[in-house]
């Protein structure tokens, strides 16, 4: 365990990963057409705990098959 995690933080190294991709730009409703994360959970990532964490996650894949659904590419 790191030593430096409290008992209710995970150590930094098991904690959800960031999706970014690193092809960050903002569509007309700032969404990150790199990882299809809205502008304010892409904001509140790094503070944010695990669970919230894959509650984004679950957001951007759903956002991300919406557009493939609609035909767009990026």
Do not use: H
């Not at 995690?5 to 969404?31: F, M, W």
């Not at 503070?47 to 759903?62: E, G, I, M, Y």
């Amino acid at each position: 365990m790191n030593v430096n995690a409290t008992a209710n933080e995970q150590p930094i190294e098991n904690r959800v990963g960031s999706p970014c991709v690193r092809k960050c730009c903002l569509d007309d409703n700032d969404i990150c057409v790199g990882c299809f994360r809205s502008l304010e959970e892409i904001r509140q990532w790094s503070q944010a705990d695990d669970s919230t964490r894959q509650r984004f996650l679950a957001n951007a894949t759903s956002r991300e098959e919406g557009y493939q659904q609609k035909g767009w590419s990026l």
